[in-house]
């Protein structure tokens, strides 16, 4: 069963507007936490990550928010932008190796 | 693409054909990773290599196998195509133990008819 649930499937925005995207996982063990973004045609690049320790990191527009105890993420993408259209994949891990990837959300960022 | 080549890039075959698809990196890192990519599923981990040699098996192994002869290549072969495996395959590398950050290559499209 899929490790990380991943919630929406899509979302349609406004340019300029807030796009939210939430993950949850179960495994208490995982330390790591990226936000992966896919154009059509493409492989995934890292986005943003986190590690549990901290309760939220920015880098530019991006922001991942972290809750330990609720066992939730997600990634807010201020400002959001034509060019941002695309697929976002959290994702968790341990560190020994493997990645857990929610099923993506597709952001359409209308101008 | 963090100096990763897949070939080929897009690939038809018929049930029942075996085929080899190939991941080429030339930075000499040591964690190398094969997924696959499906609606719905997001990526889906079917093996990964820690050093030449060294291999295990993903949760979606079944009807895949890898080889690792030396540090720049990993293969994935599937034995026996199936319908099922249609999907688009990507390789990651990861640089090494300590380091958590894993890198994908652009990908190949497989149909299997």
């Known amino acids: 069963q899929q490790q990380v649930k991943q919630s929406p499937q899509s979302l349609i925005v406004q340019k300029g507007g807030i796009s939210i995207i939430n993950c949850a996982y179960e495994?208490?063990?995982?330390?790591?936490f990226p936000w992966y973004q896919q154009f059509p045609g493409k492989g995934p690049a890292l986005l943003i990550a986190i590690r549990p320790d901290v309760s939220e990191k920015k880098e530019g527009r991006f922001t991942i928010s972290f809750n330990k105890s609720a066992k939730q993420f997600s990634l807010h993408i201020m400002d959001s932008q034509p060019g941002d259209s695309a697929t976002y994949f959290c994702?968790?891990?341990?560190?020994?190796?493997?990645?857990?990837f929610g099923a993506g959300t597709t952001v359409t960022v209308r101008a | 693409d963090a100096g990763i080549t897949q070939s080929p890039r897009h690939k038809v075959t018929e049930t029942g054909t075996p085929v080899t698809l190939r991941c080429h990196q030339t930075?000499?890192?040591?964690?190398m990773y094969w997924y696959r990519q499906d609606p719905g599923h997001g990526l889906r981990l079917i093996h990964y290599s820690y050093g030449v040699k060294d291999t295990d098996k993903g949760e979606v192994s079944d009807g895949y196998s890898v080889s690792r002869s030396k540090t720049e290549d990993f293969l994935l072969t599937l034995e026996s195509a199936t319908s099922s495996q249609t999907s688009v395959y990507f390789c990651a590398i990861k640089p090494d133990r300590e380091t958590y950050e894993q890198y994908f290559g652009p990908g190949t499209r497989l149909t299997v008819t």
């Open positions: 495994n208490t063990a995982f330390d790591y």
């Open positions: 930075e000499n890192h040591r964690y």
């Open positions: 994702a968790a891990s341990k560190r020994e190796f493997k990645l857990s």
